[in-house]
């Protein structure tokens, strides 16, 4: 099945610095690649996401990245501010024939932390 | 707030004991993931419904878990003689569609379990 792996597992940046959060993933059938954003106790929420047939997509601060060659995409914040601080999460999804889930394999998370 | 809904948001039992978690999708949407979270890592998948139909199920759902969603809208996750290990944050999802490609997953706030 698809392994997704992400790094770092904890960046710390200074307010109004840039953030990279970078992916791997293993399945080269995969063709959909979301971000959620998670803060402590509540459900994640999608913040970007990006399909296989696009090389980059912007979302004011927010962008994502995706290499097929080399399988791996990254999330770009600019200017980040203390909201900013939360677990983000990258995911890739793998489509199944014969109506199989093609649920999200998710990386272990990254926790940003936006210092003052 | 029209989004997905679970309930209990927490829920503490002995070991041993029988619990079972509700989900309400988004209104409309066929399409229901059920996934856990532990502490520091991502979600894992554990089942999928198309409508009514559980399409597929992860190795991670063993024979003590089952998941229902007998008309196509809410579902529940029952989890029976719960161990300590199965404490975590249990995650539901939904989406319209075919697939992941064309309509992203939207999380619920989860049920957190506390198994003592």
């Known amino acids: 099945g698809e392994n997704v792996e992400q790094h770092p597992s904890t960046l710390s940046v200074q307010e109004g610095d840039s953030a990279v959060i970078k992916c791997t993933y293993s399945?080269?059938?995969?063709?959909?690649f979301p971000w959620y954003k998670q803060e402590l106790g509540k459900r994640p929420q999608l913040i970007i996401d990006?399909?296989?047939?696009?090389g980059e997509k912007k979302d004011q601060r927010i962008a994502v990245t995706l290499n097929k060659t080399a399988k791996h995409f990254s999330l770009h914040i600019t200017e980040t501010q203390p909201e900013d601080s939360a677990v983000y999460f990258c995911?890739?999804?793998?489509?199944?024939?014969?109506?199989?889930?093609?649920?999200?394999?998710f990386g272990k998370g990254t926790h940003l932390i936006i210092q003052p | 707030d029209t989004g997905v809904s679970q309930n209990p948001r927490h829920k503490i039992t002995k070991r041993g004991q029988n619990v079972t978690f509700r989900c309400d999708p988004i209104?409309?949407?066929?399409?229901l993931y059920w996934y856990r979270q532990t502490l520091g890592q991502g979600p894992e998948f554990l089942t999928y419904?198309?409508?009514?139909?559980?399409?597929?199920k992860s190795r991670l759902l063993s024979d003590r878990f089952s998941a229902e969603r007998p008309k196509g809208s809410f579902s529940t996750l029952e989890i029976q003689r719960t161990e300590q290990g199965d404490s975590a944050m249990y995650l539901c999802?939904?989406?319209?569609?075919?697939?992941?490609?064309?309509?992203?997953?939207?999380f619920g706030n989860g049920t957190r379990l506390t198994v003592t």
């Open positions: 999802a939904s989406s319209l569609g075919q697939s992941s490609y064309n309509s992203p997953l939207h």
């Open positions: 399945d080269s059938a995969s063709n959909y």
């Open positions: 990006i399909r296989s047939n696009v």
């Open positions: 995911a890739a999804s793998t489509p199944r024939t014969g109506g199989g889930a093609d649920g999200l394999t």
């Open positions: 209104s409309e949407h066929n399409r």
């Open positions: 419904f198309q409508n009514e139909a559980q399409l597929e």
